[in-house]
T-cell receptor, first 113, second 114 residues
Framework: GAGVSQSPSNKVTEKGKDVELRCDPI?????LYWYRQSLGQGLEFLIY????????KSGLPSDRFSAERTGGSVSTLTIQRTQQEDSAVYLC???????????FGPGTRLTVT | AQSVTQPDIHITVSEGASLELRCNYS??????LFWYVQSPGQGLQLLLK??????LVQGIKGFEAEFKRSQSSFNLRKPSVHWSDAAEYFC????????????FGAGTRLFVKA
């Protein structure tokens, strides 16, 4: 079946511009996570959506970052006024239920010039 | 607070040798436990998972892991490593509890030498 998809796969933007990254989770998965992975580094948790509960935003690094999940499905991560330190691979994952195994998308590689 | 520790940042093993990657967690009850692998330039893939029952779980690619409650550990093992196993390995802890989100360890990078 279809896995988690993310778009775009690559995004190059100028410093100060806003970007939107999209994640399409596996159908029926109630949990959705966003992570950031810098080159050679581990996973940095950003935000977690679980069903209709309020999202866990504890990992967002600044108020320039925001995310929403519409209709319990597609999610968009928005970064405003991008900075060079925002350059990384942004990964989305979904899971069938709370705490269960996560299925990862291929990621969006963001480069801020 | 809940945490996951992978003590080894990187490990080098010879091809054909056995492998054990360590993972320790801190959580008040029995968690869900996972190992993921990220091959160079690839996405993250689930290797195996533990929810309950038999504490020795088998995964893909010949990997296994053992949950040891007394040691709060979930170490990953493979009897004979192949060059294609060179990758980053992440241990993760989850729980079916409100307010708990899955936590990933920092990862262990495996190098395989010929």
């Amino acid at each position: 079946g279809a896995g988690v998809s993310q778009s775009p796969s690559n995004k190059v933007t100028e410093k100060g511009k806003d970007v939107e990254l999209r994640c399409d989770p596996i159908s029926g998965h109630t949990a959705l996570y966003w992570y950031r992975q810098s080159l050679g580094q581990g996973l940095e948790f950003l935000i977690y959506f679980q069903g209709n509960s309020a999202p866990d935003k504890s990992g967002l690094p600044s108020d320039r970052f925001s995310a929403e999940r519409t209709g319990g499905s597609v999610s968009t991560l928005t970064i405003q006024r991008t900075q060079q330190e925002d350059s990384a691979v942004y990964l989305c994952a979904s899971s069938k239920d709370r705490g269960r195994e996560q299925y990862f998308g291929p990621g969006t590689r963001l480069t801020v010039t | 607070a809940q945490s996951v520790t992978q003590p080894d940042i990187h490990i080098t093993v010879s091809e054909g040798a056995s492998l054990e990657l360590r993972c320790n967690y801190s959580y008040g009850a029995t968690p869900y436990l996972f190992w993921y692998v990220q091959s160079p330039g690839q996405g993250l893939q689930l290797l195996l998972k533990y929810f309950s029952g038999d504490t020795l779980v088998q995964g893909i690619k010949g990997f296994e892991a053992e949950f040891k409650r007394s040691q709060s550990s979930f170490n990953l093992r493979k009897p004979s490593v192949h060059w294609s196993d060179a990758a980053e390995y992440f241990c993760a802890v989850g729980a079916d509890t409100g307010g708990f989100k899955t936590i990933f360890g920092a990862g262990t990078r495996l190098f395989v030498k010929a």
